[in-house]
Every structure is written in structure tokens, then in C-alpha cells.
């Protein structure tokens, strides 16, 4: 079946660097996307990998080995903003569903 | 643009009593259609999916059902309410690359 691992928490302080690790185990691969979500809120989109290596967006970058079967999310400069809940998620074989992981609750500490 | 919008924001139901909530996307055509629901500091389930008019793929059998009556509108419905329905009802988009989410109904069943 499809499975996602993520650590279910993570802290850290302002300023710093975090990575969030996703491994997953699917049939077939269509790429891992990641998703913020702050408490009360609703899940956003951050970002997408369908190819190796690693894409960035502002302080964010999202990273990828298909071979590994292993993505992260990196998070710069860290803001007290970014406390929140992260997911990746990955299209469920040759479906239209996309399955999440668990989540990773990051704490940034002043 | 592509916008997606779900209501209402919060809903209070006793038990028993019937339920609909609706999903419509702008700016888009045939859409990926999808309905998730979070428990309180959990991960999301998937309980629908929708890849046109009139088609619907359920997850998770249990008293919920969607409907898909026009191609941009995405409906969860419910004949009785249970105290276990409550939760973070979302709906999402699949944009291609992964999901653009509503802003949730959060569904209290007293």
C-alpha cells in the first residue's frame, strides 16, 4: 500500500535552519508536494517535486531523490510565523488521489 | 484566477440532523474534485473524490456521500448526523502539481 513517514515534531529557534524528512513507499511516482498548515487554518500549497534535486522558493526549499524514495523540506531563516503543521503528500499510483503524511508539527522558539 | 470556495466557515449540528456542504471552483474547467476530513490535531482522510459530473469514488464507507451535480460544484451530504462526523471538512482542487484547499467547514455534532 501507500505510506508516508514524517517526524511528527520538530523545534527549533529563530534564525535557524530546519529540514523536515518525508520517506515514502507508493506504486508508481508522480512527484511529492508539501503543504503548510497553520492551527485553525486550512492546509496551503508550499511546493512540488516531480524530478531529483531540489527546488526553492524564498526561504523554502523542497528537495527530492526517487531513488530513496526520500524527500525534505527545508526551512531558512526561520520566522516565528512558520510554527505550524507541515505535510508531503503523494499521488496514489495511477489514480487522481494524493495521500498525505501524518505531519510535522514544527515550534519555533523565540 | 482560480479560486476555490467552501461553506459555510463553522457549523454546529446535533446529532441525527442531516447535513450539506457545498464546494464551488472558479476560473477552472473539469476539475479534480476532492473532499478531505481532519480530526483535531490529526492528519487529512480522504473521504471523496470527483473527476467529473456526476462521478464519485468514495474512500471511507460510512453514512457521508458527495455529489458532483455541476462541474465546478462538489457537495458532502449526510442524512444523520453522528457524534464521530465531527472534524475539519476540506475540500480541494487538484491543480496538477498538488492541491489548492477551501478555507474548511469545521463541523461540530453536539
Known amino acids: 500500500g501507500q505510506s508516508l513517514e514524517q517526524p511528527s515534531e520538530v523545534t527549533a529557534v529563530e534564525g535557524a535552519i530546519v529540514q523536515i524528512n518525508c520517506t515514502y513507499q507508493?506504486?508508481?511516482?508522480?512527484?511529492l508536494s508539501w503543504y503548510q498548515q497553520h492551527d485553525g487554518g486550512a492546509p496551503t500549497f508550499l511546493s512540488y517535486n516531480g524530478l531529483d534535486g531540489l527546488e526553492e522558493t524564498g526561504r523554502f526549499s523542497s528537495f527530492l531523490s526517487r531513488s530513496d524514495s526520500y524527500g525534505y523540506l527545508l526551512l531558512q531563516e526561520l520566522q516565528m510565523k512558520d510554527s505550524a503543521s507541515y505535510f508531503c503528500?503523494?499521488?496514489?499510483?495511477?489514480?487522481?488521489?494524493?495521500?498525505f503524511g501524518t505531519g510535522t508539527r514544527l515550534k519555533v522558539l523565540a | 484566477s482560480q479560486t476555490i470556495h467552501q461553506w459555510p466557515a463553522t457549523l454546529v449540528q446535533p446529532v441525527g440532523s442531516p447535513l450539506s456542504l457545498e464546494c464551488t471552483v472558479e476560473g477552472t474547467s473539469n476539475p479534480n474534485l476532492y473532499w478531505y476530513r481532519q480530526a483535531a490535531g490529526r492528519g487529512l482522510q480522504l473521504l471523496f473524490y470527483s473527476v467529473g459530473i456526476g462521478q464519485i469514488s468514495s474512500e471511507v464507507p460510512q453514512n457521508l456521500s458527495a455529489s458532483r451535480p455541476q462541474d465546478r460544484q462538489f457537495i458532502l451530504s449526510s442524512k444523520k448526523l453522528l457524534l464521530s462526523d465531527s472534524g475539519f471538512y476540506l475540500c480541494?482542487?487538484?491543480?496538477?502539481?498538488?492541491?489548492?484547499f477551501g478555507s474548511g467547514t469545521r463541523l461540530t455534532v453536539v
Open positions: 503528500a503523494v499521488r496514489d499510483g495511477g489514480t487522481y488521489k494524493y495521500i
Open positions: 507508493t506504486s508508481g511516482f508522480y512527484g
Open positions: 480541494a482542487w487538484n491543480t496538477g502539481v498538488g492541491y489548492t
